[in-house]
């Protein structure tokens, strides 16, 4: 059986593990660098809509004039339409007829179901577990944790209802809004 002698020349195992640290450093930087595009590719692109506002649209898709819709709908009517990030949103009526300077987002806060309004008992009440929320949103009953998100209502200049994104404090909470 042939020995290596113990004065040999070959690498101790400080350099080996030299060698294996230079070897896998690299391919690993070059397995990151092959990885990164791959991760962004899946990451779904911005819609880059988040600082202007949307316009409101109707179930099939129209913008929602501002006049039509006061028209067609009385004091206290709370109506969904799609919203900012195509979100359900609701477009209120006040009690003098115009239309109130904030709409509600209409996904419950506790497992994102549609919150239907309900006119007999002024509330939104969610059909899945049964929270509950005031006319303006506010969270009355659980097991939802927090009030429905607010966003503001205007008119734009060729007479649609747009939505911008709310991001004073709360007027329901006093607190800073827990959605932005
Ligand atoms: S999703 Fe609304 S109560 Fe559970």
Redesign the pocket.
């Known amino acids: 059986m042939t020995q290596i002698p113990a004065s040999s020349d070959a690498p101790n195992m400080g350099r080996r593990q030299f060698m294996n640290l230079l070897t896998f450093g690299t391919a690993t930087g070059v397995a990151l660098g092959a990885l990164y595009p791959v991760v962004k590719y899946f990451i779904p692109p911005s819609s880059g809509e988040s600082g202007s506002g949307v316009t409101a649209k109707d179930k099939l898709g129209k913008p929602i004039a501002a006049s039509d819709f006061r028209d067609n709908h009385k004091a206290g009517d709370r109506v969904l339409s799609q919203g900012i990030k195509g979100d359900p949103t609701y477009v209120i009526v006040k009690d003098n007829g115009e239309l109130s300077g904030f709409g509600l987002n209409a996904i ?1 806060t ?4 549609v ?1 239907p309004w309900k006119e007999s008992d002024n509330k939104f009440v ?1 059909p ?4 509950q929320y005031n006319e303006n949103g506010k969270v009355v009953r659980g ?2 944790p927090r009030s429905l998100a607010l966003v503001h209502t205007q008119t734009s200049n060729d007479g649609n209802i747009v939505f911008t994104p709310w991001k004073e404090t709360d007027f329901r909470t006093d607190k800073e809004p827990w959605w932005t």
């Open positions: 419950c506790h497992l994102g179901c919150v969610c899945c577990h049964g929270s097991p939802a």
